[in-house]
Structure formats: C-alpha cells, structure tokens
C-alpha cells in the first residue's frame, strides 16, 4: 500500500492531532482509523460520475508515535468499484498538504 507516514510523533502530539481530527472530520473509526473526506473538486472523472459511491475519503491512521495515510482514495460505499484508486497526483498533493497544515496548525515540526 502506498502511504504517506509521518513518525516519531514525540509525547503529547498523538493527543492534540487526535483531538483536531475529532473536531474536523469526526472521531475515528475502527479504533484509530480517521475518513477525511477528498473535496469533490479533485476527484477523478470517474469518482465524480459514480455518484452511488460517493462520498470519498482518504484513510488515516493515527497511532501514538506516527500517522499513516492510505494514498488510495476510496468510499464507505462499496468495498469494490473501479472508481476506488490510487490517488492521482492532485489528490496525493492534496492529502500531503492537508497532514502538514495540520502540524503547522499545531505547531509541530516534524
């Protein structure tokens, strides 16, 4: 799988990204699992015509020493569909910049 992975979160950063991930996207899924929602301006041809699938969201997984985001674009909707992809090279911009507004946001370096 590719991802994009941020580690060595040092001790009280877990806690403060969990808590802006709570108050932006939602609490997370599955134990650590975040679904940030891809803004429709950047979904592919084919992700903006399976409207049956839509929303679409990237992955993260936050743990105590680092996140890790899935670069693969995919639906709560289906589990198979040919619109679920890896991400194209706006869409991995797009999530690369999201993480680090949210450390910048924090003031954490990295």
């Not at 940030?36 to 020493?65: T, W």
């Not at 996140?67 to 090279?89: H, Q």
């Amino acid at each position: 799988m590719k991802q994009y992975v941020i580690d060595e979160l040092r001790p009280g950063e877990y806690e403060r990204i969990r808590e802006y991930l709570d108050n932006t996207v939602g609490r997370a899924e599955m134990g650590s699992i975040y679904w940030i929602p891809v803004p429709e301006e950047i979904l592919s041809g084919k992700q903006r015509g399976h409207k049956n699938c839509k929303p679409f969201y990237f992955i993260a997984d936050l743990e105590e020493a680092r996140i890790s985001c899935e670069l693969l674009v995919r639906t709560k909707n289906s589990i198979r569909c040919d619109c679920i992809a890896y991400a194209t090279p706006a869409q991995r911009e797009w999530l690369i910049n999201y993480i680090d507004n949210i450390f910048a946001t924090l003031k954490i370096t990295t």
